[in-house]
């Protein structure tokens, strides 16, 4: 439970998906969950608990587990990398959509305006943002890119050479949108990604 009074950082449930045929068959070694991991472990100040599946390119079998993660294991937010191009096998947002109560458009379109600054085929990608509530729990999932390199980017946005935000990342909303759906209160490092809040939600810096 959370021990606000105390300044104790709220702990986070974590549900990470890696979709992909040939690293769920063992033909290579998954990336996407790693990268995942490392990324939230270097962004967040608040403790996690990380529960993973890497699953093939099959609807039924991504939207079972992201059911599992939300129902099930309690996770407050689930990631899934890989299968959102416009190949046949490639199916993660049709089966993320399958199981939401409601869509998150906006998260979509802020990761095609970030991939677009490097390559004109960021038009191909096809992210989604849902949300999923049962009656005593809820949960945001994000469809991520597959590459480690283009799921940083996409997550902390870009910056210049000072540091500056030229185009801001997704992350910088999740705060906010775990709040107003009852999750943990997320705390993350400014110098990676900084937590947009209105001044009312705000609470003071843990101690």
């Known amino acids: 439970m959370t021990n606000v009074a105390a300044g104790v950082p709220e702990t986070l449930r974590v549900g990470l998906v890696s979709v992909s045929d040939r690293a769920s068959q063992g033909v290579y070694a998954d990336q996407g ?6 990324w939230l472990e270097g962004a967040l100040t608040n403790p996690l608990q990380i529960v993973s599946r890497l699953v093939q390119d099959e609807a039924v079998t991504i939207s079972a587990a992201l059911i599992e993660l939300v129902d099930v294991e309690r996770c407050h937010l689930v990631l899934t990398t ?3 191009g416009p190949a046949r096998r490639d199916v993660t947002p049709e089966a993320t959509q399958a199981i939401a109560t409601r869509e998150m458009p906006g998260f ?5 305006q970030i991939s677009l600054q490097f390559v004109p085929t960021a038009i191909l990608s096809r992210q989604v943002a849902v949300l999923r509530e049962i ?11 597959g590459q480690p390199k283009a799921i940083s980017e996409t997550l902390e946005g870009l910056k210049n050479e000072e540091g500056k935000t030229l185009v801001s990342g997704i992350f910088a909303a999740v705060p906010y949108c775990i709040d107003l759906i009852g999750g943990p209160y997320l705390e993350t490092r ?10 009312s939600a705000r609470r003071p810096p843990a101690a």
């Open 82 to 84: 890989g299968g959102t």
């Open 33 to 38: 969950i790693p990268a995942l991991r490392t």
């Open 108 to 112: 979509g379109e802020q990761m095609r």
């Open 190 to 199: 400014d110098e990676v990604v900084k937590a947009f809040r209105p001044k």
């Open 135 to 145: 009656p005593d729990h809820a949960a945001l999932i994000i469809n991520l890119p």
